[in-house]
């Protein structure tokens, strides 16, 4: 029951550190207040420092001795994160499927790699 509350906890927590620290960069409005590249270049290295730090505390707390098991693991962090994102970007700026894809999804593509990463080092 621990592992799989802490499971839930890196889930939220590997969506919800990017998603807080996005929000200062956007106007009351909405709109973005720098640079469309550099919000981007924010994101990816908030996301990425998140996902290890996370991930290498999960691996850490909990013996995960099985590779299919931490691709799990991993694909079940980026299903959570779809979801919530569902619910609090999709729907309510009904943001269109395609630039949902092109601009929030493919980065988090980039967690299956470094799950990988983060396992193999931890190993």
Not at 15 to 43: D, N, V
Not at 57 to 80: D, P, Q, T
Request: with cysteine; proline share 4%.
């Amino acid at each position: 029951m621990k592992i799989i509350l802490f499971y839930f906890l890196i889930c939220f927590a590997v969506w919800a550190i990017p998603f807080a620290i996005s929000i200062p960069f956007f106007s009351k409005e909405g709109q973005l207040t720098i640079p469309f590249f550099w919000f981007k270049f924010i994101m990816i290295v908030s996301f990425v420092s998140t996902v290890y730090f996370c991930l290498s505390r999960f691996y850490e707390s909990f013996e995960i001795n099985n590779f299919v098991l931490a691709n799990l693991l991993g694909l079940g962090i980026i299903l959570v994160s779809v979801l919530l994102d569902i619910f609090t970007i999709i729907i309510p700026t009904k943001m269109s499927l395609a630039r949902y894809f092109w601009e929030i999804f493919v980065i988090y593509l980039l967690l299956i790699p470094i799950n990988l990463l983060t396992y193999k080092s931890l190993e």
